[in-house]
């Protein structure tokens, strides 16, 4: 089971850690054709956004990686899934149904790692 948590934890963070810079990075008309999302949100809230992304990749890996406070590892988990659906409900009211598989993909792993550690497998 630990091996397991750990595939899904490193292909956690290295997906949030890409999609998490691309939204600090790109300007919000580039972001726009790819997120209609975008339109809806402050360029201060989509950057917020990826630095949380980006912040909850690093939670994922670093505190079990060193030993050093564990615990941070499910926590951050768990505020990707309160990430994760609240962009649920944001494809939702939009009806941007198509894609929405990959919300509820990311969704269930982050759960996943988040139960999976807090019960110490």
Not at 51 to 68: D, F, M, Q, R, S
């Amino acid at each position: 089971m630990n091996i397991g948590l750990w595939v899904a934890v490193g292909l956690l963070a290295l997906l949030y850690l890409a999609v998490g810079f691309v939204k600090l990075t790109r300007s919000r008309e580039r972001l726009r054709s790819a997120m209609g999302w975008v339109e809806d949100f402050p360029v201060v809230v989509v950057r917020l956004i990826g630095l949380a992304e980006i912040a909850g990749a690093l939670g994922l890996v670093l505190p079990l990686a060193t030993g050093t406070q564990p615990w941070l590892t499910p926590t951050a988990a768990t505020c990707l899934v309160v990430l994760q659906a609240l962009a649920i409900a944001v494809h939702v009211r939009r009806r941007e149904l198509a894609q929405l598989w990959v919300n509820v993909l990311l969704l269930l792993a982050a759960a996943f790692v988040a139960l999976g550690r807090f019960a110490g497998w």
